[in-house]
């Protein structure tokens, strides 16, 4: 069986003078090649467990092992494995887009994507020679993607990566991390989107008050928290809710389905946003 390619056992971390720890004693573990959602409330510890992993946090306590090694046994060479999306994104903004990958691009030793070809995958082949500083926001948020996978990543850190995105794009760049995944990289996705969490992600882990309070997969969860059913909408009626067990019976039902009454029919199950609220309510 492979290794996990992070693990996190009773992570603690407390910062100065704070009455409480942001992460205390959080557990959790990473398949190789997964995309894992890290989903919680602001102030939950998500942000303190993610600085811990890309070592821009170095004071806690617990055993984070990663990529094969215990976390504090990396050195530079850490970076060279490792791609990093941060929801704020960062650049030169007198410099184009394809300058700015390309400074990026030269921090790596060993290889590196085409340029060109990463510009055109998150579709900004034709804003490749404007300054940074003329961006949008969503622009920038695609060359920040481009920018975490630009040395092929093992490991996959992201934060908001729809953030600024319209419907098309959005999936445009969930598109491009599955394939990173399906590629063998293995991502670790932090959002308050659970469109996304649910679209994209192999499990998702429910942070509250700096503890894992429920890790499944999205449908495990929208099974565990639904109830099962179908609503429809019928002409004239309005929505009718209906059980599952009792649709062979419901001879009133089914005619109106043959007469075209029923506008709609669709099953009633919970959305990650329902199972969010509950999960954190539940932990709190």
Same mark, same amino acid.
């Given at each position: 069986?492979?290794?996990?390619?992070?693990?996190?056992?009773?992570?603690?971390?407390? +910062?100065?003078?704070?009455?409480?720890?942001?992460?205390?004693?959080?557990?959790?573990?990473?398949?190789?090649?997964?995309?894992?959602?890290?989903?919680?409330?602001?102030?939950?510890?998500?942000?303190?467990?993610?600085?811990?992993?890309?070592?821009?946090?170095?004071? +806690?306590?617990?055993?984070?092992?990663?990529?094969?090694?215990?976390?504090?046994?990396?050195?530079?060479? +850490?970076?060279?494995?490792?791609?990093?999306?941060?929801?704020?994104?960062?650049?030169?903004?007198?410099?184009?887009?394809?300058?700015?990958?390309?400074?990026? /691009?030269?921090? +790596?030793?060993?290889?590196?994507?085409?340029?060109?070809?990463?510009?055109?995958?998150?579709?900004?082949?034709?804003?490749?020679?404007?300054?940074?500083?003329?961006?949008?926001?969503?622009?920038?948020?695609?060359?920040?993607? /481009?920018?975490?996978?630009?040395?092929?990543?093992?490991?996959?850190?992201?934060?908001?990566?729809?953030?600024?995105?319209?419907?098309?794009?959005?999936?445009?760049?969930?598109?491009?991390?599955?394939?990173?995944?399906?590629?063998?990289?293995?991502?670790?996705?932090?959002?308050?989107?659970?469109?996304?969490?649910?679209?994209?992600?192999?499990?998702?882990?429910?942070?509250?008050?700096?503890?894992?309070?429920?890790?499944?997969?999205?449908?495990?969860?929208?099974?565990?928290?639904?109830?099962?059913?179908?609503?429809?909408?019928?002409?004239?009626?309005?929505?009718?809710?209906?059980?599952?067990?009792?649709?062979?019976?419901?001879?009133?039902?089914?005619?109106?389905?043959?007469?075209?009454?029923?506008?709609?029919?669709?099953?009633?199950?919970?959305?990650?946003?329902?199972?969010?609220?509950?999960?954190?309510?539940?932990?709190?």
């Amino acid at each position: 069986m492979a290794e996990a390619a992070i693990r996190v056992d009773d992570l603690e971390v407390t +910062y100065p003078r704070a009455d409480r720890p942001a992460v205390a004693g959080m557990s959790f573990d990473v398949g190789q090649g997964e995309v894992f959602g890290f989903l919680g409330p602001s102030g939950a510890g998500k942000s303190t467990t993610q600085n811990v992993l890309t070592r821009l946090l170095r004071r +806690y306590r617990g055993h984070v092992r990663v990529l094969g090694r215990p976390l504090e046994r990396w050195n530079a060479d +850490y970076f060279e494995r490792v791609g990093v999306g941060f929801e704020l994104p960062a650049g030169f903004g007198r410099l184009t887009v394809r300058e700015n990958l390309a400074a990026f /691009a030269s921090l +790596y030793r060993a290889p590196v994507q085409d340029l060109d070809a990463l510009l055109a995958s998150v579709d900004l082949a034709d804003a490749a020679h404007r300054r940074l500083s003329e961006l949008s926001k969503g622009m920038r948020m695609r060359l920040n993607l /481009a920018r975490a996978l630009v040395n092929r990543p093992e490991l996959l850190f992201l934060d908001e990566p729809t953030t600024g995105q319209d419907p098309v794009r959005a999936a445009l760049l969930r598109d491009l991390i599955r394939a990173a995944a399906d590629g063998g990289s293995t991502v670790f996705l932090t959002t308050h989107d659970m469109t996304t969490a649910d679209l994209l992600c192999d499990r998702v882990a429910f942070v509250s008050r700096g503890r894992i309070a429920a890790v499944d997969t999205p449908r495990g969860f929208k099974l565990r928290h639904g109830r099962p059913g179908l609503v429809a909408e019928i002409r004239g009626q309005g929505r009718r809710e209906l059980r599952v067990e009792q649709l062979a019976d419901d001879a009133a039902l089914l005619a109106l389905i043959r007469e075209g009454a029923v506008e709609t029919l669709h099953t009633r199950e919970a959305t990650l946003d329902d199972v969010f609220a509950a999960v954190t309510r539940e932990s709190l």
